[in-house]
């Protein structure tokens, strides 16, 4: 980020063009943020009313051009950022973070490696099922989550085994925006995970997700096993939570996902650490599940 902002300044710029993946368009976004404020970066992680700190006229305006389709960060108000003395993942929030352009070109994604296919629509998914799971109350982003699931399960496939197909590719570029819409509602307990792990072991957080996925489905069943039933129902999935999950596991499959974060190479010796740093994670709060360091810990095992 700094190297990006001595850059912004020598140059005498107006505005950020921010072009690639998530993690682009999320740095892209902090350098627009802090091209001159008052605070450290740090000091606008999204708690409580921090946001409020930022001088909001000296953040500068944002034109996004995704080229994947997974975190939906050309739609968002935050951006993820890694503080690499802590190895945390930290979300930096500000409602001017919203970029002013957002254009999404389906062949900007058409070149994406297959693991980036699957990995980063894994993440669009996640971000909807959190969402759709979270006990907070927002109906519109209740809605919005439930049809960006149907896109995902109807056109990952698709953009997956036939990389030129621009309808697919399309469908998943939506399917990416309507996820990072609807969190405004809520991540969970895949988010509270994959955070941490990424950060220390620089896993690719959507992959991260995809593993995690069925273990915190597992754990949330108790208080989310209706919910699903019925997004089952609309998703024109047999069986209710155990076909929900079972088409998780499809998809996990002919993904080749890893199975367990063991495979992605997380040991079992870092999980107390792993463990405090999800428990700091905001995404554990919308969590339908209340998650203590007992519960947490086991989820990870759960997991490896």
């Known amino acids: 980020m700094h190297a990006g902002l001595e850059v912004y300044r020598a140059g005498g710029h107006d505005g950020v063009v921010a072009f690639g993946g998530g993690s682009a368009l999320d ?4 350098i627009a943020l802090m091209v001159d404020q008052p605070v450290r970066v740090w000091e606008l992680e999204d708690v409580g009313d921090w946001w409020t700190r930022a001088n909001p006229d000296t953040i500068a305006p944002i034109v996004a051009l995704p080229t994947t389709a997974g975190t939906g960060s050309e739609v968002g108000r935050a951006g993820v950022l890694t503080d690499s003395a802590s190895h945390a993942k930290k979300i930096i929030f500000h409602p001017k973070l919203m970029p002013t352009v957002t254009i999404c070109d389906p062949e900007l994604t058409v070149g994406m490696p297959a693991p980036i296919t699957a990995g980063t629509g894994m993440d669009a998914l996640a971000h909807c099922l959190e969402a759709y799971c979270s006990p907070h109350y927002h109906p519109m982003s209740q809605g919005i989550a439930l049809e960006g699931m149907r896109l995902v399960f109807g056109h990952l496939p698709r953009a997956y085994a036939t990389p030129d197909d621009l309808d697919a590719r399309a469908q998943m570029m939506a399917a990416a925006m309507m996820g990072a819409v609807a ?17 220390v072991y620089n896993t690719h957080h959507g992959t991260t997700n995809a593993v995690v996925m069925p273990m915190v489905l597992d754990f949330n069943r108790p208080a989310i096993e209706g919910r699903i039933d019925r997004a089952a129902a609309y998703l024109g999935i047999d069986g209710g939570f155990d076909g929900f999950r079972a088409a998780v596991m499809e998809l996990r ?6 199975p367990t974060l063991g495979a992605l190479g997380v040991e079992a010796a870092r999980l107390d650490d792993l463990t405090a740093m999800a428990l700091q994670d905001p995404s554990c709060g919308g969590n339908p599940v209340a998650l203590t360091a007992e519960t947490m810990r086991a989820l990870f095992e759960s997991c490896l």
């Open 183 to 199: 969190f405004q509602k809520g991540l969970g307990a895949i988010h509270a995970i994959s955070h941490p792990v990424g950060a």
């Open 27 to 30: 740095l892209g976004k902090m």
């Open 253 to 258: 499959l002919a993904f080749d996902v890893p």
